[in-house]
């Protein structure tokens, strides 16, 4: 079994995200029975391995924290689950069971190991809600060539559960979906910054090395002007 340090790479996330201005909004709660974690677009989940570092199975607070496009226009530049209450002292990034130690030594200093968005959406969920999601989603289109799981489920979710606060666009901008309606097993969705992309993840640790939050950064401080009028028009 590989060691855990051997996927940890620092990052000074503390920095990046103390200079912007942010609202931190709470959106819900996680429900993680086995504490392995995956980070994905909620679409594109059968695919995605969870992280290899685990934490303890528990139900966890998960925020999201937003940036002032114009008076009237936020986006979501960062996710967080918080697992401890005391702040991170230090980051690593956050990689997936199946990236080797020999591959994260091959990263340049501007590289990273993420996880993709084609949606415009991204998810945390547990390993073990996975399959019963896309099994849900599968049951919900079979048969239906021309509808998708977005419009039929998820479209009036999002708005019911975020399209009415004033940091959300109308047609809802975070939901806390329950792909079965008699299990605690949930995922938390959110949109993904300015839409699709190529995103990463950081674990927070304290001086002891403990899991403190995952943060998942949207690059949003990457994106220009002409990138902003690309993802409004």
């Excluded at 290899?52 to 008076?71: F, G, L, N, S």
């Excluded at 975020?162 to 008699?182: A, I, Q, T, Y």
């Amino acid at each position: 079994m590989k060691d855990i340090n051997d996927f940890e790479l620092p990052y000074d996330l503390d920095d990046e995200m103390n200079s912007q201005e942010l609202v931190e909004i709470h959106i819900g709660d996680v429900n993680l029975p086995t504490g392995r974690i995956i980070v994905a677009d909620p679409f594109f989940t059968e695919e995605q391995q969870p992280f290899a570092r685990t934490v303890e199975p528990d139900k966890y607070p998960v925020y999201i924290y937003m940036t002032e496009i114009d008076k009237i226009h936020h986006r979501v530049a960062y996710a967080k689950i918080k697992f401890r209450p005391e702040e991170a002292s230090k980051w690593v990034l956050a990689v997936t069971e199946d990236i080797t130690p020999e591959e994260l030594k091959d990263l340049n200093e501007d590289e990273f190991y993420g996880f993709p968005v084609d949606s415009g959406l991204a998810c945390f969920m547990d390993a073990e809600t996975n399959p019963v999601f896309i099994a849900r989603m599968d049951a919900i289109q079979e048969g239906k060539l021309e509808s998708n799981y977005y419009d039929e489920v998820l479209a009036e979710e999002f708005r019911a559960y975020s399209g009415k606060n004033n940091f959300s666009r109308e047609l809802g901008d975070w939901n806390d979906h329950h792909p079965d309606k008699d299990s605690d097993n949930n995922i938390v969705m959110f949109a993904s910054g300015w839409g699709d992309g190529y995103y990463p993840a950081y674990w927070g640790l304290n001086d002891n090395g403990e899991t403190v939050e995952l943060v998942v950064d949207f690059l949003l401080s990457d994106f220009g002007e002409e990138d902003e009028e690309e993802f409004e028009d």
